[in-house]
């Protein structure tokens, strides 16, 4: 059971640059989420999913593009890194009734130079 | 818009004493969900508790209780018999009740624990 992976784990990038961060689940769960935590914030939601094809902005969208052609991915873009950009994101999903808890990816600390 | 406030940036505790985290909320919402989770050094996120506002009862979860006052807007987490492994950052977490589904979750700033041999 692989549960919720992300990958990287580890990115450096340079500034400028695309790149993007994957997630994926194994449990068919239909919500999915972006948060970023930076120190002093807290965790903070990019973007969340309810399905495959919907997608919705969060808290702090800007300079983030997300998809979800398939359930169990949702890669998270940034078309043009920036500095402000570096910090630790986090992939969670979760089933649509019940306890609505979220389940956690181990996370990717992304750097950008 | 929901908010989440943590006023104790860190704390620490001996070992096998008891230590209680803060946390006060600001919403306009009546059914609504409230969690900490916690961070260790691994940086993975783990639930630790989770209560549901229209429930009077406070939530346990073994060494862990939660003090949960609606009208207060407080919901502050009891951990006894502090272990080394409680050693992490916690934070506090608020998600309205929608029918739909699951909602996002609005986190305050975190308490690093320190728990002390």
């Known amino acids: 059971d692989a549960g919720i992976t992300q990958s990287p784990r580890y990115k450096i990038t340079e500034t400028g640059r695309q790149v993007t961060l994957m997630c994926h689940q194994t449990?068919?769960?239909?919500?999915m989420f972006w948060y970023r935590q930076d120190l002093g914030h807290g965790l903070r939601l990019i973007y969340y999913s309810a399905a495959a094809d919907i997608t919705d902005k969060g808290e702090v969208p800007d300079g983030y593009v997300v998809s979800r052609s398939k359930t169990e991915n949702f890669p998270l873009t940034l078309e043009s890194a920036t500095r402000s950009q570096t910090s630790v994101y986090f992939c969670?999903?979760?089933?649509?009734?019940?306890?609505?808890?979220?389940?956690f990816g181990p996370g990717t600390r992304l750097t950008v130079t | 818009a929901q908010t989440v406030t943590q006023s104790q940036p860190e704390m620490s505790v001996q070992e096998a004493e008891t230590v209680t985290l803060s946390c006060t909320y600001d919403t306009s919402e009546n059914n609504y969900y409230l969690f900490w989770y916690k961070q260790p050094p691994s940086r993975q996120m783990i639930l630790v508790i989770r209560q549901e506002a229209y429930k009077q009862q406070n939530a346990t979860e073994n060494r862990f209780s939660v003090n949960f006052q609606k009208a207060a807007k407080s919901f502050s987490l009891k951990i006894s018999d502090s272990q080394l492994g409680d050693t992490a950052m916690y934070f506090c977490a608020f998600m309205k009740f929608t029918q739909g589904g699951s909602e996002k979750l609005v986190f305050g700033k975190g308490t690093k624990l320190t728990v002390n041999p």
């Open positions: 969670a999903s979760s089933v649509s009734a019940g306890t609505f808890r979220q389940y």
């Open positions: 449990w068919s769960h239909s919500y």
